[in-house]
């Protein structure tokens, strides 16, 4: 990835928008003390997903923004984009970061002019083996940090200048995925049981009915049965009354 140029709106001590296009080579920001230079890094690693607002020396996230001066009103709103040439398969392609921050409404990114999340955001840098924790940006006073890394410090600078950075926050992101389906399997587990169950209690009910059906059929062929009989009795006893009567 080769960043081409930052631009700045409302960051820090930048209140009008300003430029600062990163040609090939060397580029190098000189100024005095307190001049804004580490603003510029800060800019930068605040674009990549920076989420920790102690790191880019503020209280708050909403510190990021121009914050007035005697003579300057404060503004509401902080954006920063990044203007990047990302190498692909089918050769370079210029994409467009932006973050900005709206004061008391959080931040959005967008990359290419669409809204995106910090995480697409913090996976195209983590692809090209840099983004806002990325050991290859080290801020004033870190290079000692740097020498007297912890081992795992160490492996992730390694892990970086290897450029599998973003393997392992593909990683993570499908180990997240992996255990919500896992979730969803073991409710699905719960769902499958309780049908059965269901469906078992069913099953009692339609064999109950179906020898209701049966016994019910059978009550009506025997009272048909009996009333024939009776009838049949009745019967003959009307012809051997009338019989008697006749002699
Ligand atoms: P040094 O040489 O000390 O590292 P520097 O050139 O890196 O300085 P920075 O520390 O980047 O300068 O910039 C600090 C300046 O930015 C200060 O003048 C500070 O007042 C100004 N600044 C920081 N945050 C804001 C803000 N939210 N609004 C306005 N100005 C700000």
């Known amino acids: 990835m080769q960043i081409k140029r930052l631009r700045i709106t409302g960051f820090k001590s930048f209140v009008e928008p300003a430029d600062l296009v990163i040609e090939p080579g060397l580029t190098g920001v000189v100024g005095p003390n307190g001049c804004g230079k580490s603003n ?11 989420a920790s607002a102690k790191s880019l020396r503020g209280a708050g996230m909403d510190d990021v923004i121009f914050a007035g001066t005697a003579t300057r009103p404060a503004r509401d709103f902080a954006e920063v984009s990044i203007l990047a040439e990302i190498a692909g398969p089918d050769g370079a392609d210029e994409r467009e970061i932006v973050r900005r921050i ?19 955001v913090g996976l195209l840098f983590a692809d090209a083996a840099t983004g ?6 080290v801020s004033q006073g870190r290079i000692g ?9 160490r492996r992730a600078m390694l892990e970086d200048a290897a450029g599998i950075a973003g393997l392992h926050v593909r990683r993570k992101d499908a180990e997240a995925r992996l255990r919500a389906t896992e979730a969803n399997l073991a409710r699905l587990d719960a769902v499958i049981a309780d049908q059965d169950a269901r469906a078992a209690a069913l099953r009692r009910q339609a064999r109950a009915a179906e020898r209701y059906r049966l016994l019910s059929n059978q009550i009506r062929v025997a009272e048909a049965r009996t009333i024939f009989a009776r009838w049949r009795d009745a019967a003959a ?11």
Do not use: Q
């Not at 806002?132 to 940006?137: K, R």
């Open 40 to 50: 510029l890094l800060e800019a930068l690693r605040w674009t990549m997903g920076e």
């Open 132 to 137: 806002a924790h990325s050991p290859a940006l």
């Open 102 to 120: 709206e004061r008391g409404a959080g931040s959005a990114y967008r990359i290419d002019g669409r809204e995106v999340r910090a995480k697409d």
């Open 237 to 247: 006893a009307a012809e051997s009354a009338t019989a008697d009567a006749a002699r």
């Open 145 to 153: 940090a740097v020498i007297a890394a912890k081992p795992a410090d």
